[in-house]
């Protein structure tokens, strides 16, 4: 089972789900005209692996069971660019300790953004957080976006604007024994 968190117009998922039939997939999104847009895909693409939680991942994070989900995608969060505004971040510890213990062993916690101080934020926090690994190794694991992982809406917004954007692989440690 995979999660994605806040997936906007859900074209991410949508695709997701079209080349990974055997998998189940969960899309948390609040934003109404997000889930319309992402019925939309699935009713034309006949997808019949998505379920839509429409409210606030936090909370659906904390239903699942430990260890369920294989791989989980956050892409683009809203940087929240002001400091005061920060503790609204999705990437805080209360959340990565959420997402710690939902992740499977070795599952992959994928993020982006295309706000540089988030990123750094993003990398500072999950390199803190005893439960995840950054196996990244050269800067081409960061800064290219891998073939099995398609463009946003927010994306191609922030690309048209001029800016570049940060993709980060990380892994869930594996439990103690
Ligand atoms: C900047 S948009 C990016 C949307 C999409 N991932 C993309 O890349 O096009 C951030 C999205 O996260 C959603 N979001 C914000 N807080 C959330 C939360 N607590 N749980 C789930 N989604 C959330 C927002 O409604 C919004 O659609």
């Known amino acids: 089972m995979w999660l994605e968190i806040g997936f906007g117009g859900g074209e991410h998922l949508?695709?997701?789900?079209?080349?990974?039939?055997?998998?189940?997939?969960?899309?948390a999104e609040p934003f109404i005209n997000g889930v319309?847009?992402?019925?939309?895909?699935?009713d034309r693409q006949g997808l019949n692996n998505i379920r839509i939680y429409q409210d606030d991942a936090a909370d659906l994070m904390d239903a699942l069971p430990e260890?369920?989900?294989?791989?989980?995608?956050l892409l683009f969060p809203d940087p929240w660019p002001k400091r005061r505004h920060h503790?609204?971040?999705?990437?805080?510890?209360?959340?990565?300790?959420r997402l710690a213990r939902i992740l499977a062993d070795g599952a992959e916690f994928r993020a982006a953004t295309d706000h540089m101080e988030y990123g750094r934020w993003m990398l500072w926090h999950l390199l803190a957080h005893p439960a995840f690994d950054w196996p990244a190794e050269a800067a081409a694991d960061w800064r290219f976006r891998p073939a099995d992982w398609p463009q946003t809406r927010y994306e191609a917004k922030a690309a048209k604007d001029g800016r570049s954007s940060?993709?980060?692989?990380?892994?869930?440690?594996?439990?103690?024994?």
């Open 36 to 42: 319309a847009s992402l019925l939309g895909l699935i």
């Open 14 to 27: 949508a695709w997701q789900a079209e080349h990974n039939p055997d998998v189940a997939l969960i899309g």
């Open 166 to 177: 940060l993709y980060f692989s990380f892994r869930r440690r594996n439990r103690a024994q």
């Open 87 to 97: 503790k609204r971040r999705f990437v805080r510890p209360e959340n990565l300790d």
């Open 67 to 73: 260890a369920s989900i294989a791989r989980c995608f």
